[in-house]
């Protein structure tokens, strides 16, 4: 039996049918579903769900700056109004 990933349990519609820990077996429709989930890149939104409150503070830092800075630079390429 195979230990359930919780980032997979956690999109199962069928979690409720288990109880506690989720295991399966190899070769299952739920070790098909399993590894889709895991091989498929994880969305930006569940990344956050899953991080810290310090850990997204961090990370959404390092976005708006990154998004400030692509911002700034180009406004210094612009030719100067008025």
Same mark, same amino acid.
């Given at each position: 039996?195979?230990? +359930?990933? /919780?980032?997979?349990?956690?999109? +199962? *519609?069928?979690?409720?049918?288990?109880?506690?820990?989720?295991?399966?077996?190899?070769?299952?429709?739920?070790?098909?579903?399993? *590894?889709?989930?895991?091989? +498929?890149?994880? /969305?930006?939104?569940?990344?956050?769900?899953?991080?810290?409150?310090?850990? *997204?503070?961090?990370?959404?830092?390092?976005?708006?700056?990154?998004?400030?800075?692509?911002?700034?630079?180009?406004?210094? *390429?612009? /030719?100067?109004?008025?």
């Amino acid at each position: 039996m195979i230990k +359930c990933d /919780p980032r997979v349990f956690s999109r +199962c *519609k069928y979690r409720s049918q288990c109880e506690g820990d989720a295991y399966y077996r190899e070769g299952s429709d739920c070790e098909k579903f399993a *590894k889709a989930i895991l091989e +498929c890149p994880m /969305p930006n939104s569940d990344h956050l769900q899953e991080l810290s409150d310090e850990e *997204k503070a961090n990370l959404l830092t390092q976005v708006f700056y990154r998004a400030a800075q692509q911002y700034i630079l180009e406004w210094l *390429k612009k /030719p100067m109004e008025g």
